[in-house]
């Protein structure tokens, strides 16, 4: 078991916890992460656009003109997609998008991301996650003390809503429940920061 240090809000060190190999020790499966990524996108598309065809439109199918000695071009009809107002070739229709990835590939991929986040130094403890004021200017001083480079994603337990409004003016920092966290979040943000309430959970899922 890896045994990492734990931090308050002001990135002072108040303990060590020891981490369970079983939630961070797990192998990384690039090929993994990928898929479940690319379902998750996938997944988020609404997949309704819709535009008519030449036989949706509104009109007749009358000849605009007659066949022959006009000088123009031959039409049938005025639906034709060259024809101001007319259909759309192969017109785009709503359809489903969406990638199923089983209940054990989603969990694996998503230890096996934290795992490499730890591998890589990335993840940060804290004892609790807590901004009683919802002020933005509360979040920015934690994002100060700690002095995080990049994007930094906040998984806690019951995240209440002073929490959520003092970090949602913030650039570069997310927050999220435990009980949400997918794969995606944890590669999209290139600092995780896990609440000891959050790993609790994952210890508890994970009997």
Do not use: C
Not at 29 to 54: C, D, F, M, W
Not at 86 to 104: E, I, L, T, Y
Not at 131 to 140: E, G, R, V
């Amino acid at each position: 078991m890896a045994k990492v240090k734990v931090f308050n809000m002001k990135a002072e060190e108040v303990g060590s916890i020891a981490l369970n190999d079983d939630i961070f020790g797990v192998e990384y499966n690039e090929p993994l992460i990928h898929q479940t990524i690319v379902a998750y996108n996938a997944n988020q598309r609404q997949g309704n656009k819709s535009t008519l065809t030449r036989s949706e439109v509104r009109g007749h199918a009358a000849k605009p003109h007659r066949q022959k000695g006009t000088g123009m071009a031959r039409q049938g009809s005025t639906k034709g997609p060259h024809f101001t107002g007319g259909g759309v070739v192969f017109a785009p229709k709503p359809r489903d998008f969406s990638k199923k990835v089983n209940k054990v590939a989603k969990r694996t991929a998503l230890l096996s991301a934290l795992s490499q986040k730890l591998a890589d130094k990335e993840i940060t403890i804290l004892d609790k996650f807590e901004i009683a004021s919802a002020k933005t200017k509360d979040a920015k001083n934690f994002l100060d003390a700690f002095k995080f480079a990049g994007s930094v994603l906040v998984v806690g337990s019951n995240n209440g809503d002073a929490e959520i409004k003092a970090v949602r003016n913030i650039q570069g920092l997310n927050i999220v429940s435990i009980e949400l966290l997918n794969t995606y979040d944890v590669v999209a943000n290139k600092n995780v920061v896990l609440t000891k309430e959050a790993i609790k959970y994952l210890e508890e899922a994970a009997e």
